[in-house]
């Protein structure tokens, strides 16, 4: 059953600026050491970590949460074996979802030119009621 989904749309000329401004301080942040090394090593670097910057808001969007009591390193967006992208939640994002009933968040994720794009959807088996 569908628990909440999220949407997210990111600059990825804004994503580049922030990590030159900030001498990558802001990857370390946000990333957790397996998405820095698989955006690295990616065709399109910005454009992965972009990608999966605007994935961490669809999903935080989805779960209903916000940014509030998670940090961005407790979602993390990895690859299966066959490249599709999942979602790993940890500390506070791995919290909200247990209260929310949300047993697993599918993500898709695209980018076309200056843009990324994420969709997070959280499935669990119970809906939740008064809240969008």
């Not at 628990?3 to 301080?25: H, P």
């Not at 399109?44 to 779960?63: G, I, Q």
Request: positive net charge; proline residues 3%.
């Amino acid at each position: 059953m569908i628990s909440g989904i999220g949407t997210d749309l990111v600059s990825v000329t804004r994503i580049r600026r922030v990590v030159e401004r900030t001498d990558g301080r802001f990857l370390l942040r946000v990333f957790t050491p397996a998405e820095r090394d698989f955006c690295r090593m990616a065709h399109k670097a910005y454009e992965c970590f972009a990608a999966r910057f605007a994935a961490k808001e669809a999903v935080f969007k989805a779960l209903g949460t916000g940014l509030a009591g998670c940090r961005w390193q407790d979602v993390e967006v990895l690859n299966d074996p066959g490249g599709r992208p999942v979602v790993v939640l940890s500390g506070g994002a791995a919290l909200a979802a247990g209260r929310r009933g949300v047993s697993e968040v599918h993500i898709s994720l695209s980018h076309d030119g200056d843009q990324a794009l994420a969709f997070a959807v959280a499935v669990g088996t119970v809906p939740v009621k008064g809240e969008g």
